[in-house]
């Protein structure tokens, strides 16, 4: 990958949200819808292909990292309203939890 200059990285969003709901996304392989709290007036949809790794219990109440200025993108006949930030080794998906018990919103640096 080209190297990127701190300026655009710094364009990048990243905040702790909290996920409320999870559902398997009906005629999806892939796809769980997430409703997403990151301490605003409404919950956000987020839409990802996590489903072979997780089943929505696994991630009810779990903290995790997401991209919040992600561009608002059609899924499914909803928006996807962010971003989940997962790591991935050979075959393996992992999202990443907090050690810490941070509140949602919180900004990541």
């Known amino acids: 990958m080209d190297q990127i200059k701190y300026d655009d990285f710094s364009k990048v969003e990243f905040k702790v949200g909290e996920i409320k709901e999870a559902v398997e996304v009906e005629g999806s392989e892939k796809l769980l819808r997430l409703q997403v709290d990151f301490g605003e007036e409404k919950l956000r949809n987020v ?63």
């Open 47 to 109: 839409f990802s292909g996590i489903k072979k790794w997780y089943s929505p219990t696994d991630l009810i109440g779990k903290k995790t990292i997401f991209v919040t200025n992600i561009e608002v993108k059609k899924v499914m006949g909803e928006l996807s309203e962010a971003m989940i930030f997962a790591a991935e080794n050979n075959d393996e998906i992992s999202i990443l939890l907090l050690d810490k018990d941070l509140s949602v919103g919180s900004k990541v640096f």
